[in-house]
């Protein structure tokens, strides 16, 4: 059983579109983190949302952290080429280094 | 700064070979961690090491051996490795095991291995 559920796992979009990916759990988390990768390269961190109800913006990418702490939201406006990638949430449910990951959001945005 | 390098970037071994994965991070971090990712899946944990001393082992095969000689290095060690373990091989560290934003991993550019 996946600790984090994300979902769409594949989202195919046109260039200046806008998408949400989903972050869900049943556990509380003290934070929550998106990355995105590239093939054959490591994920690179978007951010860290810590507190609930946050929202952070990182040019035209949006992220939500809930109330309860225990979902996210990842939302990009006028989708660019450039943001095709798999997004990854992920979160730590202890203290004690063992980060969770959801199965990942294959976003791909065509010219 | 929030880099963490690898090397070699790509590797190739055969079934008897021994060779070894470096990983560096100069963020005075203090934990580190190695992850195993298959194609189309998300990172698995490996080992994670906390103040230089292993902390979590997740049942990996003694084929494979870290080794952290101080705070910034991490290494991985190979011998007799099966095809099976062809996987894109991930370096990541922390500022520390707590929450509230402090376990936020980094994440190295990896090392592409095949065993053959």
């Known amino acids: 059983t996946q600790l984090l559920e994300q979902s769409p796992q594949f989202l195919s979009i046109q260039e200046g579109e806008n998408l949400t990916v989903y972050c869900n759990s049943s556990s509380v988390f003290s934070s929550l983190q998106w990355y995105r990768q590239e093939p054959g390269e490591g994920p690179v961190l978007l951010v860290t949302v810590v507190t609930g109800g946050e929202v952070k913006k990182l040019k035209r990418l949006t992220f939500q952290f809930g109330d309860a702490r225990k979902d996210s939201s990842l939302h990009i406006t006028a989708a660019q080429p450039g943001d095709t990638g798999l997004y990854l949430c992920a979160a730590t449910p202890d203290s004690w280094g063992k980060l969770q990951f959801g199965a990942g959001t294959q976003v791909v945005v065509t010219p | 700064d929030t880099e963490v390098t690898q090397t070699p970037k790509h590797l190739v071994m055969g079934m008897t070979n021994k060779k070894s994965l470096k990983c560096e991070q100069h963020m005075g971090h203090r934990a580190m961690y190695w992850y195993k990712q298959k194609a189309k899946k998300p990172p698995e944990l490996m080992f994670v090491y906390s103040y230089e001393k292993l902390s979590i082992n997740e049942s990996v095969p003694s084929r494979f051996s870290p080794e952290c000689p101080n705070s910034s290095l991490l290494n991985l060690h190979l011998h007799a490795l099966q095809p099976e373990d062809s996987a894109l091989y991930l370096c990541?560290?922390?500022?520390?095991?707590?929450?509230?934003?402090?376990?936020?991993?980094?994440f190295g550019p990896g090392t592409r291995l095949l065993v053959l």
């Open positions: 990541a560290s922390s500022r520390d095991l707590g929450g509230w934003g402090q376990e936020t991993q980094y």
